[in-house]
C-alpha cells in the first residue's frame, strides 16, 4: 500500500481553468503538507495542516486553496491556472514529533498550456 | 529565517568513485537535519537522518554526522554505482513541535558513469 497518493499524477490543462489535486495518507499522521519543485528541482513548502488546521501558509497567491476534510486527506485545489503554476506539486505527511520524518508521495506533475 | 546550503551540481563521477556532497546549514533552534534522493521521475524518499549533534545517520552506504559545531551534514559514499545517479536534498527540521515543514536545499544532481 502507497504511503501517500496523489492524483492525478499527470495533469495537462489550459490556462484559466481550474483544476484539483488530491492526497491520501494512510499512515495515520496528524501534520500534512504541499510543496512544489519548481523547474530548477527547488522545493518550496506551501501550506501545512495539522489535524485538519492550516498551520502554515507561505506566500502562495490565493488561487492556491488547500483543504483538508480530514486528518488523512489533504487536496489543492487552483483557480485560473497561470503558465507560472506550471510544476511539481508534492504532498507530504509527518506525525508530530521532533525529528519524525516528513514522507512524501510520488508528486503531481502539473503543465498548463 | 532558516536555511540550507548545498554544493551546486552537477556531479559526475565514475562508478567505484568516492562521494562527497557538501551541505551547510542556519537555523535558529536545534534543527533535525535529513537527506532525501530523488530519482529521475519519481517523488522523494528519505535517504538519512540525524536529530542531534554527532549523529551519524547511514543507509545504503550512505552516512552523514551532524556536526554542530560547523553547522554542517555532509553525505558520503565510499563507492558509489550508476544506480545512485539522483537529484539529492539537504533538509532541516526546525523547532521542538515537530511539525515543522522542512527547509530544502536547492539540490546537487549526481550522475554516476559506468
Known amino acids: 500500500d502507497t504511503a501517500v497518493s496523489q492524483t492525478p499524477k499527470y495533469l495537462v490543462t489550459q490556462m484559466g481553468n481550474d483544476k484539483s489535486i488530491k492526497c491520501e495518507q494512510n499512515?495515520?499522521?496528524?501534520?500534512m503538507y504541499w510543496y512544489k519543485q519548481d523547474s530548477k528541482k527547488f522545493l518550496k513548502i506551501m501550506f501545512s495542516y495539522n489535524n485538519k488546521e492550516l498551520i502554515i501558509n507561505e506566500t502562495v497567491p490565493n488561487r492556491f486553496s488547500p483543504k483538508s476534510p480530514d486528518k488523512a486527506h489533504l487536496n489543492l485545489h487552483i483557480n485560473s491556472l497561470e503558465l507560472g503554476d506550471s510544476a511539481v506539486y508534492f504532498c507530504a505527511s509527518s506525525q508530530m514529533g521532533r525529528g519524525n520524518t516528513i514522507y512524501f508521495g510520488e508528486g503531481s506533475w502539473l503543465t498548463v498550456v | 529565517g532558516d536555511s540550507v546550503t548545498q554544493m551546486e551540481g552537477p556531479v559526475t563521477l565514475s562508478e567505484e568513485a568516492f562521494l562527497t556532497i557538501n551541505c551547510t546549514y542556519t537555523?535558529?533552534?536545534?534543527?533535525?537535519l535529513f537527506w532525501y534522493v530523488q530519482y529521475p521521475g519519481e517523488g522523494l524518499q528519505l535517504l538519512l537522518k540525524?536529530?542531534?549533534?554527532?549523529d551519524k545517520g547511514s543507509n545504503k552506504g550512505f552516512e552523514a554526522t551532524y556536526r554542530k559545531e560547523t553547522t554542517s551534514f555532509h553525505l558520503e559514499k565510499g563507492s558509489v554505482q550508476v544506480s545512485d545517479s539522483a537529484v539529492y536534498f539537504c533538509?532541516?527540521?526546525?523547532?521542538?513541535?515537530?511539525?515543522?515543514?522542512?527547509?530544502f536545499g536547492k539540490g546537487t544532481r549526481l550522475s554516476v558513469i559506468a
Open positions: 499512515l495515520g499522521h496528524d501534520t
Open positions: 537555523a535558529t533552534g536545534y534543527p533535525s
Open positions: 533538509a532541516l527540521s526546525d523547532g521542538n513541535s515537530g511539525n515543522t515543514p522542512l527547509v
Open positions: 540525524a536529530t542531534k549533534a554527532d
